[in-house]
């Protein structure tokens, strides 16, 4: 209570146009601000990685375990990708969807890096055949959960490539830290694929003021 006292006096003193603010799924309610609008949102989790083989049995057996079999067999693990060639890898990606990447590639290699550097995140990719790189992902984890933040996919990859490096990142992560957010989504289709890895729904706060009505109206918020 007291924390999200002083944290309401420092926003009021920058005056913020825009505030948005997710909290973790343990705060199920925040203060009454004068201003700000709470909403639920739900993530989908796992909430036990310590067993990566009883994770993989709850996989959908035809849509997430046999892809990933699949994948394994033209696929192998790039544990040398480095921020660098993941920001660039990040950037192509959006490009081809004819889409800009909302983050700079410089934004996206200082967060790895000090992510990295403290011991704190996992940074995967997988090469084809050819020894191109066909998908990576970035996972910054304490001790209590993994949150996946970034990820991209090569112009060729196969069916089973994000699959196979979820699996291959979930088997890393065990013993590292309890739980594995997927980060989202809301949207129905991110969804259903988020819970054929057998992941349940779980709900967050969210937090949010906005001064100004048009911009609240194109942000739909």
Same mark, same amino acid.
């Given at each position: 209570?007291?924390?999200?006292?002083?944290?309401?006096?420092?926003?009021?003193?920058?005056?913020?146009?825009?505030?948005?603010?997710?909290?973790?799924?343990?705060?199920?309610?925040?203060?009454?601000?004068?201003?700000?609008?709470?909403?639920?949102?739900?993530?989908?989790?796992?909430?036990?990685?310590?067993?990566?083989?009883?994770?993989?049995?709850?996989?959908?057996?035809?849509?997430?375990?046999?892809?990933? #079999?699949?994948?394994?067999?033209? %696929?192998?693990?790039?544990?040398?990708?480095?921020?660098? =060639?993941? *920001? $660039? @890898?990040? &950037?192509?990606?959006?490009?081809?969807?004819?889409?800009?990447?909302?983050?700079?590639?410089?934004?996206?290699?200082?967060?790895?890096?000090?992510?990295?550097? #403290?011991?704190?995140?996992?940074? %995967?990719?997988?090469?084809?055949?050819?020894?191109?790189? =066909?998908? *990576? $992902? @970035?996972? &910054?984890?304490?001790?209590?959960?993994?949150?996946?933040?970034?990820?991209?996919?090569?112009?060729?990859?196969?069916?089973?490539?994000?699959?196979?490096?979820?699996?291959?990142?979930?088997?890393? %992560?065990?013993?590292?830290?309890?739980?594995?957010?997927?980060?989202?989504?809301?949207?129905?289709?991110?969804?259903?694929?988020?819970?054929?890895?057998?992941?349940?729904?779980?709900?967050?706060?969210?937090?949010?003021?906005?001064?100004?009505?048009?911009?609240?109206?194109?942000?739909?918020?």
């Amino acid at each position: 209570q007291d924390a999200a006292s002083q944290l309401q006096r420092h926003l009021h003193k920058l005056r913020l146009v825009l505030f948005q603010q997710n909290a973790a799924p343990q705060l199920d309610a925040l203060p009454e601000w004068d201003g700000y609008e709470q909403s639920s949102r739900v993530t989908y989790r796992l909430e036990d990685i310590s067993d990566p083989q009883r994770v993989f049995e709850a996989f959908d057996k035809s849509r997430r375990q046999r892809q990933i #079999r699949r994948a394994e067999k033209v %696929l192998t693990v790039n544990e040398d990708v480095t921020p660098e =060639q993941f *920001a $660039r @890898f990040h &950037a192509a990606y959006w490009q081809r969807r004819g889409e800009k990447d909302l983050l700079s590639q410089e934004f996206i290699i200082r967060i790895i890096s000090h992510t990295l550097r #403290r011991g704190q995140g996992i940074l %995967l990719g997988l090469d084809d055949s050819q020894g191109s790189l =066909q998908a *990576a $992902r @970035f996972v &910054a984890y304490d001790g209590n959960c993994a949150y996946s933040l970034l990820s991209a996919l090569g112009d060729v990859h196969p069916n089973g490539a994000s699959p196979m490096l979820f699996w291959e990142i979930l088997k890393r %992560l065990s013993g590292r830290c309890a739980s594995f957010d997927f980060e989202g989504s809301m949207d129905p289709g991110i969804a259903l694929s988020y819970s054929l890895y057998g992941a349940r729904p779980t709900t967050y706060l969210q937090l949010t003021r906005c001064r100004i009505p048009l911009l609240r109206r194109l942000l739909h918020i």
